[in-house]
């Protein structure tokens, strides 16, 4: 089965800039999506495409890819961005989704 | 405002099915440029799609989970269900639906911009 590996944590202090990848093979081929979820919330989209962002979603937070690698780029970190944040994807016949493990974003 | 409701027992027995329905309110379940789709999330896990359907009835599933899952729409409440059989505990989630797009040119994209709340299914007996 496709999947997508991301590092279980990032610890950043306040103000610095948090950097959070997700490797896949059929990433070259299929869009990327970043989510951030909050304890006892539900998931928020805050990229889709790889680098667009959704309206709401403060400037902060944007989106690259390079081959098989995508990264959600956090600048200016706030204790507010405290969170897991998950990448999604598909696999290479883009009818299969799948989500990478999270990533537990920890601001100092 | 886009609304998604999930609904459904919170506590099934293990062997039985569970069975969940997702309300949408303040837009059209029929419409052509969105997917339905059912995602779960084990206590302290991670998320895992399950399945989604289009207004049409057409359907993709987790392969790991196909043989169990049946998804499917009534236009005319505005709902989509879920039915996974033979539960077992690693059954026991918080399950959501939420919407995601269609390109009738280029097919899924799965960016699931609008969410229910998620509800907690246990599988216990």
């Known amino acids: 089965s496709y999947e997508l590996t991301q590092p279980p944590s990032v610890s950043v202090s306040p103000g610095q800039t948090a950097r959070i990848t997700c490797s896949g093979d059929a990433l070259p081929k299929q869009y990327a999506y970043w989510y951030q979820q909050k304890p006892g919330q539900a998931p928020v989209l805050v990229i889709y495409k790889d680098s667009e962002r959704p309206s709401g979603i403060p400037e902060r937070f944007s989106g690259s890819s390079s081959g098989t690698t995508v990264t959600l780029t956090i600048s200016g970190v706030q204790a507010e961005d405290e969170a897991d944040y998950y990448c999604q994807s598909a696999d290479s016949s883009g009818t299969y989704g799948v989500f990478g493990g999270g990533t537990k974003l920890t601001v100092l | 405002q886009l609304q998604l409701q999930e609904s459904g027992p919170g506590l099934v027995k293990p062997s039985e099915t569970l069975s969940l329905t997702c309300t949408v309110s303040g837009g059209s379940i029929s419409s052509s440029s969105y997917y339905w789709g059912w995602i779960r999330q084990p206590p302290g896990k991670g998320l895992e799609w399950i399945g989604s359907?289009?207004?049409?009835?057409?359907?993709y599933y987790n392969p790991s989970l196909k043989s169990r899952v049946t998804i499917s729409v009534d236009t005319s409440k505005n709902q989509f269900s879920l039915k996974l059989s033979s539960v077992t505990a690693a059954d026991t989630a918080v399950y959501y639906c939420a919407r995601h797009g269609y390109d009738i040119l280029t097919g899924l994209t799965w960016d699931f911009d609008y969410w229910g709340q998620g509800t907690l299914v246990t599988v216990s007996s």
């Open positions: 359907i289009y207004y049409s009835g057409s359907t």
